[in-house]
């Protein structure tokens, strides 16, 4: 078998490969990383959806609820890290990211489909005390559908393989790390 | 099948029994909770193996390399997520705790097996650009070895079942979360 992670230039293929499979499959473990952000006690993190991967752009697209508390802090710190576990190829994908927030696009929320677009608006705002779980409406609304796009400005990899190998992407360079 | 999500107890029960699970099993969901910090440039994170769960002080264990990021990280900031995410449960469970950083535990160094060993010390540095993947010493280094003990002050959960449900848990109170 290849060693898929033998060299640089293959590793960091195998990342955009894999970031592209978490858009296109439900299944995939980069469908959901973990979105890590600055708040306001520290460091704040969870499990989000990758919409999107552009490997020419470098950037990663996720939607979320103006409302949300990581819209709140990427406004105030916009540098945060989207974090893959692949853990059948032993593979962590660590993409740290300056993240833009972008408002209004309600034509892309118009071509979601009905169940999606309950994912944004409902009141209460998401967070906010409720005194049992049914207690809120979920009505959507297309002001709240928030576009995160997260331009990449630097990736490490870390393959737990026989040896272990660490890497690092930026700037169009390429270093191994130790691990 | 009983609901174990659909009181705020028992949802608090699953978290410390899941915890627990993680730190017995090497296959549990919990063993591998994604450790969220602030680094220079924003949020940083990485994958962490749980190594304790103790309810009653509201604590969690991690190993790691004192020279590692994290460590320079959590001096810099101490507030910090550790996060689970039970694909099989459709459950997150965000932890939100303080961490201190206690280095020189050199009994419980000694009671590691030698392969654990390994992953303190080494030289150079974890994250020091290298010319390959084997261009490191890994003779482990006692006075590396570093106990990360997170003092957790919030729990957050959410139970992506139906309905969705998201609890808070902070200071001896729980209550229910427009999700």
């Known amino acids: 078998m290849t060693d898929l992670f033998a060299s640089l230039d293959s590793t960091l293929d195998q990342v955009w490969q894999r970031l592209g499979r978490g858009v296109a499959d439900r299944r995939a473990p980069a469908r959901h ?49 989207l974090l893959v576990w692949d853990e059948k190829a ?43 779980p049914g207690a809120h409406d979920p009505a959507p609304d297309a002001r709240r559908f928030t576009v995160l796009l997260a331009h990449v400005r630097e990736i490490e990899t870390l393959h737990l393989g026989t040896p272990h190998r660490r890497a690092r992407f930026r700037d169009g360079a390429a270093t191994w790390l130790a691990p």
């Open 33 to 81: 990383p973990v979105l890590a952000t600055v708040g306001a006690d520290g460091a704040e993190a969870r499990v989000v959806v990758l919409r999107a991967a552009d490997r020419e752009a470098g950037t990663l697209t996720i939607h979320t609820d103006s409302a949300s508390g990581k819209v709140a802090q990427l406004r105030e710190t916009s540098g945060a890290t």
């Open 90 to 132: 032993k593979l962590q994908i660590r993409l740290r990211a300056n993240v833009d927030i972008i408002a209004g696009d309600t034509d892309a929320f118009a071509r979601l489909p009905d169940a999606a677009q309950m994912n944004y608006g409902g009141t209460p705002a998401p967070g906010t005390p409720i005194s049992e």
